[in-house]
């Protein structure tokens, strides 16, 4: 008699541990499925991230013509950011409104939206005080449209090109000014080894 209830009690201890290791396989399994969405989480975190940094830095165009001697040299490939606001000095990538299907240009911002701008005897004036280059140039033989003021309107820039009298710039009715729309991004590095660093 004794025997069939020890029996008895060993079989219902191995169903409890039956039902027991039923339960710490589900943990098991919610563990791995818990473990499995972070790490997609973690990867889709990083895919987002990485696709970001290269659309904002990342995107590459080639200088074309000599309008940006003696910074940027005709052949060279820079990066350009699509980041924060355009300012003054910056160098910007935009696209010609007189020739969409033309490829990218690009100047010097000299202008911004609101200023006025005059060339006169060779200088820049912005807001009726002379404009100071960051980079060295050569006094203006030109001063196209700008030789009489010029008033930006609220989304307007005047771009002109380093190389003063070999530029195709704001100064000229093909180009003109440029909406902020048309800027695609400003340069920041020049990745030709020739050249290579951060722009100014």
Known sequence: ?????????????????????KRKRRKFQKDTVTRALIFIGEVLVVVFLAYW????????????????????????VVLMNKLGPVRVNDIVVFQPSSNLSAQYSVKRVIGLPGDTVLIKNGNIYINGETFHNVTETESIEDAGLAGTEITLS???????????????????????????????????????????????
């Open 1 to 21: 008699m004794d025997l069939l209830i020890n029996d008895g009690l060993r079989s219902k201890k191995r169903n409890r541990d039956g039902l027991n290791f």
């Open 53 to 76: 940094t290269v659309r904002g830095f990342g995107i590459s165009t080639t200088i074309a013509g000599e309008s940006m001697e003696n910074t940027l040299f005709s052949g060279d």
């Open 154 to 200: 609220e989304d307007e820039y005047f771009l002109l090109g380093d190389n003063r009298n070999n530029s195709e710039d704001s100064r000229y009715e093909t180009i003109g000014n440029i909406h902020r729309e048309a800027i695609v991004g400003k340069v920041w590095f020049c990745v030709t080894w020739s050249n290579f660093g951060l722009v100014n």
